[in-house]
């Protein structure tokens, strides 16, 4: 790999490489079709930490149980970054007795209904995690930007790249975009869905689908939830004074369930309805590594990639600029999925 780097793909993920390997020293530029933050970024929920218990475990559980320190690591190193630490509750959307990891406790009707006082009816138990929080997926990436251009990368928005292109000897050359050739020894493709697609032609097969994640906002009044909430009807949180966001299967249950669940909210009411696509590898894990085919060609592609975006950009900029090793992404590399028929050689 070479520290003479072109970042495919400016959402929250490819932001986080493009910052933390030019802060590192790299010649970075970074590159997108939009405006950076534009795509699958503005369409996540934003939950930041534990979370519900299963994600604690797999081969990025590493990573995830890091994603509450990672970002307090990055408000110190970008000061004004949109995180609001408000912990988590949890209750009632999975079967069987609750579970508790590490940072998890399991607290009584009481103790919730002081969390969360606007609670018609608090449950029995929950767990609470008061290390999570939510963070603001496009403003964190726009300060990733601009942490990136004060350490002397060039931000290229609005220009789709076409293809990766390759020398003589089959190594990474640069790319190929809607506005010309560009050079360049390492080329990390975080274009979510779209790095299947540029993957192709190269003969190297990315197994990443598109995931759609329905996601709402509300107009509600001002304080109404406190934390973020996790049950059967939905991911809720406040993402305004007077707003909610809400991750759920459909608007209309998801309305019904907020004015059922919490007292003052018979006149909450839907304001928009967002589709994002997420990036979803086959297995679910993040694919984050070198290419052993491609010479000079790295992959970061992941889900959760709005939780996980401080830890691999850091991760990843220590892998090309430095020329390390990181165990923490031992079980994410892309060559995992060789003798699957999901890459070609």
């Known amino acids: 790999m070479s520290s003479d780097l072109v970042v495919v793909g400016a959402g929250i993920v490819g932001a986080s490489v493009a910052c933390h390997a030019a802060r590192a020293g790299a010649v970075v530029t970074l590159l997108d079709a ?121 931000v290229r928005a609005d220009i789709p790249v076409t293809a990766v292109s390759r020398d003589a000897a089959g190594r990474v050359a640069g790319v190929e975009t809607a506005a010309g050739p560009l050079s360049g020894e390492t080329v990390v493709l975080a274009a979510g869905v779209a790095t299947a697609a540029l993957g192709a032609p190269l003969g190297v097969s990315v197994p990443v689908d598109p995931s759609p994640a329905r996601l709402f906002r509300f107009r509600a009044p001002a304080g109404l939830v406190r934390t973020v909430v996790n049950n059967r009807d939905f991911d809720l949180r ?38 994002g696509v997420r990036p979803m590898p086959a297995d679910g894990e993040p694919i984050v590594g070198p290419v052993a085919e491609v010479p000079g060609l790295y992959l970061a592609v992941l889900h959760s990639a709005v939780a996980l975006a401080p830890a691999v950009g850091r991760l990843v900029a220590r892998e090309l600029v430095d020329g390390a090793v990181e165990p923490a992404l031992a079980g994410c590399r892309p060559g995992r999925f060789q003798g699957r028929d999901s890459r070609k050689a």
């Open 34 to 154: 939009g405006r950076p933050g534009a795509g699958v970024t503005t369409d996540s929920f934003a939950w930041i930490g534990l979370g519900p218990s299963g994600v604690r475990t797999g081969p990025a559980a590493a990573l995830r149980a890091t994603a509450s320190d990672e970002y307090r690591r990055l408000e110190a190193e970008l000061p004004g970054l949109p995180v609001t630490w408000s912990g988590s509750l949890s209750w009632g959307a999975a079967d069987g007795a609750p579970e508790a990891g590490p940072g998890q406790e399991i607290v009584d009707a009481a103790t919730v209904a002081a969390l969360e006082p606007a609670l018609r009816q608090p449950p029995e138990w929950a767990v609470w995690t008061p290390g999570d929080g939510a963070v603001d997926p496009v403003g964190v990436t726009e300060r990733l930007v601009a942490g990136a251009r004060a350490h002397g990368a060039r």
């Open 238 to 275: 406040q993402a305004g004074t007077d707003r909610l966001l809400a991750a759920a299967d459909s608007s209309e249950r998801a309305l019904a369930a907020v004015r059922s669940t919490f007292r003052g909210a018979a006149d909450v009411e839907l304001l928009s309805t967002r589709v």
